[in-house]
């Protein structure tokens, strides 16, 4: 199947600083990904479709300014938590579909997840 | 926002015994689908249902879809320790092509030798 590549796996920051996670289709192009948050032992929360070449779309309550995701390429999408906390610590995944094996609405791969933790 | 349940949230089992665990959702759909997620690692896809089946299997797994009751199963048989994982449901929304899966809350699957 379709592989998806995601980078860092693990950070560790401090306060205030920003962080850059990357989310790669290694085998397929994504004109469209998906960026996922999960809390310990909970499930997966949708933060933002982001659309190769334009602006992601965020979830309600999910911060655009906090949360930075820019889609260059078809191949790569970055999610920058900006100015992080605490409470930015989490378990970010990413996904992506191959259209030309998922169609719209079929599976969708994900990376291996980045875990951050903020000090 | 989440869209399904799932129940059990925990479930323990020997090896060798089935293991069946039950996802409802709220919204009209185009498919259903079944991801594990091992501990601190990815998603990996399982089966996929279309909203007009009603039941599907793939090596060890059976899956059920009651679009009247909007809920689903699905089925391990002969469990093994290395099934040991959680396993989420996941709904595509009717009629909005290109938008993510909604996740339900999952259930954590143990399977002891």
């Known amino acids: 199947g379709a592989v998806v590549s995601q980078h860092p796996s693990r950070v560790i920051c401090k306060s205030g600083t920003s962080v850059k996670i990357e989310c790669r289709s290694l085998d397929f192009q994504a004109t469209t990904m998906f960026w996922y948050r999960q809390f310990p032992k909970k499930s997966l929360m949708l933060m933002a479709t982001s659309n190769e070449g334009s602006k992601a779309t965020y979830e309600q309550g999910v911060e655009k300014d906090k949360f930075l995701i820019n889609h260059a390429s078809l191949t790569l999408s970055t999610l920058t938590v900006t100015s992080a906390h605490p409470e930015d610590s989490s378990f970010y995944i990413c996904?992506?579909?191959?259209?030309?094996?998922?169609?719209?609405?079929?599976?969708?791969?994900f990376g291996e997840g980045s875990r951050l933790t903020v000090l | 926002s989440q869209q399904g349940e799932e129940d059990p949230q925990a479930l323990s089992i020997q090896e060798g015994e089935n293991a069946t665990m039950n996802c409802s959702y709220k919204?009209?759909?185009?498919?259903l689908q079944w991801y594990r997620q091992n501990s601190g690692r990815g998603l990996v896809h399982l089966i996929l249902i279309r909203s007009n089946e009603r039941e599907k299997h793939s090596g060890r797994l059976r899956v059920t879809l009651d679009t009247s009751k909007k809920s689903s199963s699905l089925l391990i048989t002969a469990s093994r320790a290395a099934d040991t994982a959680s396993y989420f449901c996941?709904?595509?929304?009717?009629?909005?092509?290109?938008?993510?899966?909604?996740f339900g809350k999952g259930t954590t699957l143990s399977v002891s030798s």
């Open positions: 919204t009209s759909i185009n498919n």
């Open positions: 996904s992506a579909r191959d259209l030309s094996t998922s169609g719209n609405t079929g599976e969708l791969f």
């Open positions: 996941a709904t595509a929304a009717l009629n909005q092509a290109g938008t993510a899966l909604i």
